[in-house]
């Protein structure tokens, strides 16, 4: 298992060099790569647990896998609300990190206090030790925990699948898919009596799955207008002088007859439409300028058009 072990976090090492190549060149994901650095640590831990010669290495790398661990829901929990168009204040995630904290400071404390682990033991397998441990009080609490992470994530895929069309859906799809098979996986983990941490497998499953979602995200993205030259403005002046509705009814004969707008993209095309920037899009629907740009891509895709220059060339 130590070799195992050490294969993974070989794989988890190279992931964020794959995000600095592939992604952040290109967007800017921090919550891909915190979730990257977070497996980082996670398997890390592990690998150290799996070679550990003392009860003491081993409870200090038990505690290494925990830092990273105790994120890594958090991370997921940005990284699918964002894909599926849900943004929230920063209060809400000061609360997460905070619980995040307060989770990992109850396990630290193992070795001395008994509340999260009664009693530890180290195990001896052929070429890989393990923790035989027995749960305290507290312990029920980290379980909680990841529920409630999957039980919200599994309702932002669910609720994004059902309201929304075309590509967002599609997208929803994907992520439900995902979080799924965590599910399953995590399942399986609490069924067993393996010793190995079936986590370590999902974790790294995850990671390339996002991976390639936002690697597909590019397709998109670079879509997205840059900003207002003098000719785009003046664009803009000769555009607000037409009625609001006869502007729509010229951007939609571009639809093609199989396709439909959602209502999301139907404001994204009402802010281009009254010449808005990104920015100020972003500021009327209350989302961050990322999630618009998100959003304005699928448009261009839906409409099948290269960009807003050519949306704005309509109205010559």
Known sequence: MAIAYGIIFVISLIMPQLYFACIRKKQ????????????????????????SKTLEFALWANKITYLGQVFVPLCMFMIVSKLCGYVYKKWVLGVLIGLAVIMYAIVFTTGWLDWYYTSVTLKFEKFST????????LHPVNLVYVLIYLVAMLGICITSLVKKKNESQKLAGFMLAIVLGNVAIWIVEKISTWNFEMLAISYIMSELAYFFVYLLLQDYIRKV??????????????????????????????????????ARQME?????LDGKSQKEIAADLHISESTVKWHLGILYTTLNVS?????LALFK
């Open 28 to 51: 800017n994901e921090p919550w891909l790569l915190v979730l990257f650095l977070c497996v980082l640590v996670v398997t890390l831990g592990y690998f150290l647990l799996s070679i």
């Open 130 to 137: 393990c923790l035989v441990k027995e749960y305290g009080v």
């Open 225 to 262: 207008d840059v900003p207002q030259s003098t000719a785009e403005k003046t664009r803009v002046v000769v555009l607000n002088s037409i009625p609001k509705a006869e502007r729509i009814e010229r951007v939609l004969k571009l639809l093609p007859a199989d396709k439909t707008l959602t």
């Open 268 to 272: 994204m095309l009402d802010g281009l």
């Open 307 to 311: 960009g807003k220059d050519e949306i």
